[in-house]
């Protein structure tokens, strides 16, 4: 059963309370082109970061703010701002990278780690690569972002990477999630929300998400 909030703006479900789809129309209206096996590789691009700007809007709903004086042109008044700096945004390498430049137009003072993770194509298990986060961890709000979650070890992974350094307040965005991804997550991460613009139906015996949208890394960049 799926329980809808305000506009029906997102949903949620009771056996995957970790995860918030969000159901904004112009959301799934991206959604659906990137799934369009005909999208040119420059529009996949435009699209990814658009939607990683939806998703972030959403991701940092909770944020706190500090109130500031500001003088505008006839008073003083006060305002809310929210601290970027204390943001960190995390791609997952290679896929996540094509979310940054969406998440930064929004946010532009957030910074910026990275981990790399590739999944081994028998084993579907993550492997490390790189791992550079920017410190002090321990006042971060981190988003890990992937346009895939599939069956959720390379987010997993990220996550457990990022609590092994210090951080302690992270929530994970992803374009396309997979039922099996999800309750991954919800199993070794119950504290970690789950942001995505599609759940979708199930995954292939390949580990590939159905119907999803092929390989993000793939069309991001142009490899096969
Ligand atoms: C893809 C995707 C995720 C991962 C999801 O990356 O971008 O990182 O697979 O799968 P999982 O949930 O089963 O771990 P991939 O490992 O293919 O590397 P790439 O981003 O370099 O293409
Ligand atoms: N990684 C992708 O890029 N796509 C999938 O469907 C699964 C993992």
């Known amino acids: ?127 490390d690569y790189y791992f550079k986060i920017p410190l002090p961890l321990e006042e971060s709000v981190f988003i890990v972002a992937d346009p895939m979650l599939a069956t959720g070890g390379s987010a997993s992974a990220a996550v457990t990477y990022l609590k092994k350094s210090g951080a302690t307040n992270i929530r994970m965005m992803c374009i396309v999630a997979s039922p099996e991804g999800v309750r991954r997550m919800l199993k070794d991460h119950p504290d970690v929300s789950v942001y995505a613009a599609a759940l979708d139906r199930e995954l292939n015996e390949r580990g590939y998400i159905l119907p999803g949208l092929g390989d993000a890394g793939d069309r991001l960049f142009g490899t096969e």
């Open 1 to 127: 059963m799926t329980t809808t909030a305000g506009k029906e703006m997102f949903s949620r479900s009771p056996d995957l309370p970790n995860l918030i789809v969000t159901r904004h129309p112009l959301l799934r209206h991206k959604v659906t082109l990137l799934r369009k096996r005909d999208t040119p590789k420059k529009i996949f691009k435009e699209l990814v970061d658009e939607i990683a700007m939806l998703l972030a809007y959403e991701v940092t709903s909770d944020l706190g703010t500090e109130t500031v004086r500001v003088e505008t042109p006839l008073e003083s008044t006060t305002g809310d701002i929210v601290l970027g700096e204390r943001l960190t945004l995390v791609p997952i390498l290679r896929a996540g990278l094509g979310m940054v430049d969406g998440v930064l137009d929004l946010i532009p003072t957030m910074r910026v780690g990275h981990i790399g993770l590739q999944r081994d194509h028998d084993t579907l298990e993550p492997i």
